[in-house]
């Protein structure tokens, strides 16, 4: 078991590689932003905060996951 840091400044970074590895696979399989809200059943925003690494709800990182076609795990690594 390791400690927390002394500060919060580590999640902002990892929220986001998480929406940089949201991206690279959405433009890896060809899909538009429009296309990923609309199958998920989420807001055009979302996606768009989800990518610019603001906070997100597990579920709807479920979804995007989902829609993507890829584990969770693969999103969070």
Do not use: C, F, Y
């Not at 580590?10 to 296309?35: F, K, M, N, S």
């Amino acid at each position: 078991m390791r400690d927390l840091p002394h500060d919060d400044d580590w999640i902002p970074e990892r929220r986001r590689a998480i929406g940089d590895r949201v991206r690279t696979e959405r433009r890896r399989q060809g899909l538009t932003q429009d296309q990923v809200w609309q199958a998920a059943r989420i807001d055009r925003r979302t996606v768009q905060n989800v990518e610019a690494g603001q906070e997100m709800k597990l579920s709807t990182l479920l979804r995007i996951a989902w829609v993507l076609d890829v584990p969770i795990a693969t999103l969070m690594e």
